[in-house]
């Protein structure tokens, strides 16, 4: 038997589409196309999927991960990410003097999952649980580069950074933002990878731009690149 397979025909069909959207938004057309499932079976299956809150739809009627998804992960130990991102991200945060956090994106906005804020002085507080835009911010560039090239597409439509900045975060390794987001704010981000080698996660640092500076990155580039490769190592080796 193939591995991919259990044999039981419609548990492997719903497997395939949650993996699919493990990557993004996907429309019907597109699950079909990413997943060789017959467009009737793939609408049925996602539907029910969605009944169960494993999957939801996005404003642009997409379907997404659900709710249910992330509940399972973080019984499961997905959280594993989580657990390690505390004390990466309070170290992150006493190397650079900055507020700390952990993003991840759920279909057109992303989730603010960790932080650690800076102990004293003016900072850039962002709640854990805060929804934000994935159309402004270092953060929405670095869940965003590593997409292909369609969803890129998409994404850069009324965002405030262009496919160009997105393939330059590619090549560095990494994301900063001046005013973009928010007047004032600077920020700088980097990815973290699940051992599928997917960007499942963003770090980042933010503070006002009278301290971070224009070019945030050339500074604080080096320390939150090095705490996303932590954790990407971490969770390849768990």
């Not at 945060?93 to 800076?118: F, H, K, M, N, P």
């Not at 731009?209 to 768990?238: C, D, F, S, W």
Request: some cysteine.
């Amino acid at each position: 038997m193939d591995k991919k397979n259990s044999g039981v025909g419609v548990l492997d069909k719903a497997v395939t589409i949650l993996g699919t959207l493990e990557s993004g938004p996907h429309s019907l057309a597109e699950l079909v196309a990413a997943t060789g499932i017959a467009r009737p079976t793939a609408h049925r299956l996602a539907v029910a999927l969605e009944h169960h809150r494993l999957v939801t739809r996005d404003l642009q009627g997409r379907f997404v991960l659900g709710q249910r998804s992330g509940e399972l992960a973080a019984a499961a130990g997905e959280d594993r990410l989580l657990a390690a991102a505390a004390p990466a991200l309070a170290a992150l945060r006493d190397a650079t003097g900055e507020s700390a956090q952990l993003y991840r994106r759920q279909g057109d906005i992303r989730i603010c999952v960790a932080v650690a804020e800076r102990l004293s002085g003016l900072r850039d507080s962002v709640p854990v649980g805060a929804s934000l835009t994935m159309q402004a911010g270092s953060a929405a560039q670095i869940l965003l580069a590593w997409e292909d090239s369609e969803k890129i597409h998409r994404g850069v439509k009324n965002a405030r950074f262009t496919a160009a900045h997105l393939a330059a975060d590619r090549r560095r390794g990494w994301a900063q933002s001046v005013g973009e987001r928010e007047a004032g704010v600077a920020s700088v981000s980097a990815p973290v990878k699940g051992p599928n080698g997917k960007v499942i996660a963003a770090v980042s640092i933010s503070g006002p731009i009278e301290r971070l500076g224009r070019q945030p990155g050339r500074v604080h580039a080096a320390a939150v690149v090095a705490t996303a490769a932590r954790l990407t190592e971490h969770l390849a080796k768990n």
